[in-house]
């Protein structure tokens, strides 16, 4: 027997209603936010990521899929949103029109080693918004991240937030890092001492307990920002604030791609321990120009839905969809199920969701099947009830039920369904 890739899994009834549940949920936040969904392909050429994410950073350097095509072309599996859809942004000549909303929901691949709430193929939801300098770009993102949690029952979420200045303050902070950083080499992991020679930076971002002793007093990047990111920077935190969103300044926050600059954040979940950061992202203004295009703004953010639905479940918050037929249909006899092969036929294409049997069996059987299925409505047809032109219609909660005519019984309904059928069908 063949079984699927380790860090890869099959989603399967009843989960798969929850996904469905949750990425409806995120598509509808969007169109609130007046964002727009692109889907990129799931492989991109190396070059994108590299140039990208950044060579240097534990993605390009450890945990990329790549491989050669046929024709000699160097391929990635893509492990993240957001270069892509730059890429694609400027294929299509989308800065022609700004600002520019997007967001995607997509399956991401990593190598790295799977645990809970992290697949070596995972999905990813993100938002990405250009051609806005100011603050308030920063603010709609970060207000769409911290409310996609809150839409979905997470009341625990903070928002920690750090500026990386731009190419000038965070220069000078990258060498007084480096500098006062060397004489600890011997103290760091080994990856971190990697990092001190190509980004150092990085280093503040390493979760190894024997980095963070050795930090020990650092200097912090907000203490190097010139006056154009100080002022962007404090205008973020006043738009958050007026907006009473909890914020939390941290200046260690560094997130893992070479391409963010200015405001980086992360959204966190109190109470889940050391792995608290549910979602992320930053300001990415270079991005754009850096994959061939015009210079362009960029602020986005990113959140794994694996690891959503991981917290939902650790908050005992039940995401459920009612997929349950709305009409069960119980034909008893040859000629029954024709008839009512054709009248689920039509109601299905009309939108009602109707369970049609295929084969003939017993009406004790059939009503298990319905009960089972959780149907709200049993549509019962046999030999008597077609010689009277009528069926029995059953109202499955509590069992009462009436006799309707066929004439017209499509359109019949139709009609119920539209009163209480779409009512109540997605739970929280």
Request: glycine share 10%; net charge neutral.
């Amino acid at each position: 027997m063949i079984n699927a890739p380790r860090g890869t899994n099959d989603i399967l009834l009843p989960q798969v209603t929850l996904w469905q549940e949750l990425e409806r949920r995120l598509r509808e936040l969007c169109r609130a936010y007046g964002y727009s969904e692109l889907r990129t392909p799931i492989f991109e050429s190396t070059e994108l990521f590299a140039r990208g994410v950044g060579e240097g950073t534990d993605i390009v350097d450890k945990e990329m899929y790549n491989f050669t095509d046929r024709g000699g072309r160097k391929i990635t599996l893509r492990p993240e949103g957001t270069a892509p859809v730059v890429r694609a942004f400027l294929e299509h000549k989308l800065h022609s029109t700004l600002p520019s909303r997007l967001y995607y929901l997509g399956p991401m691949f990593r190598y790295e080693r799977p645990q809970a709430g992290r697949m070596r193929q995972f999905h990813q939801f993100g938002c990405e918004l250009f051609g806005a300098e100011g603050p308030f770009a920063d603010v709609e993102i970060i207000d769409l991240a911290w409310t996609t949690y809150r839409s979905l029952g997470i009341e625990d979420v903070q928002i920690k937030i750090n500026s990386l200045g731009c190419e000038t303050c965070r220069g000078a902070f990258r060498e007084e890092l480096k500098k006062r950083l060397e004489p600890k080499l011997g103290e760091l992991c080994n990856n971190c001492q990697t990092r001190h020679a190509r980004n150092p930076l990085r280093i503040l971002d390493c979760k190894s307990p024997q980095c963070q002793n050795a930090l020990g007093q650092l200097p912090q990047i907000l203490d190097y920002l010139c006056p154009d990111c100080r002022e962007h920077f404090s205008g973020v935190q006043k738009g958050l604030s007026a907006l009473e969103i909890p914020v939390l300044v941290d200046p260690n926050l560094v997130r893992g791609f070479d391409y963010y600059n200015r405001t980086v954040f992360e959204v966190v979940a109190e109470g889940l321990g050391a792995q608290d950061a549910i979602g992320g992202g930053g300001r990415y203004n270079k991005l754009v120009e850096e994959l061939g295009g015009p210079s362009v703004p960029a602020v986005g953010f990113a959140a794994g839905l694996e690891r959503t639905l991981l917290v939902l479940e650790q908050y005992g918050i039940k995401l459920t969809r009612d997929d349950a037929p709305f009409l069960y249909l119980a034909p008893l006899g040859e000629e029954a199920l024709a008839v009512a092969f054709k009248i689920g036929t039509q109601l299905r294409h009309r939108g009602v969701p109707t369970y049609l049997p295929l084969e003939e069996r017993s009406l004790k059987a059939q009503m298990k099947v319905a009960n089972r299925q959780a149907a709200r409505w049993t549509l019962i047809l046999g030999d008597e009830e077609l010689e009277k032109r009528q069926a029995v219609l059953r109202k499955m909660d509590d069992g009462t039920q009436t006799e309707i005519p066929l004439e017209g019984i499509v359109e019949l309904i139709e009609d119920l369904f539209q009163k209480e059928g779409s009512s109540g069908r997605c739970k929280a």
